[in-house]
């Protein structure tokens, strides 16, 4: 035998050894590996956020009804020839004429406060919606964080999703993502 053809042989058997071995290794690692994550909690994430939404009453209020003579001038004419008439019937001469005028102007002036009293109290009921907004505050989960454990490795990942089980799909010594639920990890 020639060297070359030593040497090939020598080199091919080195080379089966090395890929055999290599082989034996991995199908040792990939038993002993663990295949799931332990599941140790799970905890819901949520997010806060506001509606708003319009809430309106129904108030009664009691409003003084329009004044038809805002001046009182009626009552003050019809208080005013009353208050002449008294007055005029008080007295003689011309004491009689300052009596009329006294009891006209006095009879005025009660005659304009008497309309006045009584247009304040001419009320009328009404019944007024009263609205504002308001905002409730609600809350809705957006994902959840999961802890897990690979051998004795602790970690969290937070999940679109809740898992359906206690452990969770491992390849290669970490989670396999793409076992879970398309999209489901963030």
Known sequence: MNKSMVLGVVL???AATAVGTIAG???YVAEDAPQFAEVLSINAVNESYTVPREECVQRQVTKVAPKKDEHQIAGTAVGAVVGGLIGNQV???SGKKIATLAGAAAGG???KKVQED???????????THC????DKKQRVIGY???YKIADQVAVVRMDKKPA?????VKDGKLDLDKLQPGSTQ
């Open 109 to 111: 002036y009660a005659g």
């Open 145 to 147: 964080d999961v802890e």
């Open 118 to 128: 009584m247009q304040n109290k001419d009320t009328y009921t009404e019944v007024e």
């Open 12 to 14: 091919g058997a080195a």
């Open 91 to 93: 007295g003689g001469g």
């Open 132 to 135: 504002a907004t308001v905002n």
């Open 25 to 27: 290794y991995r199908a």
């Open 165 to 169: 089980s206690d452990q969770l799909p």
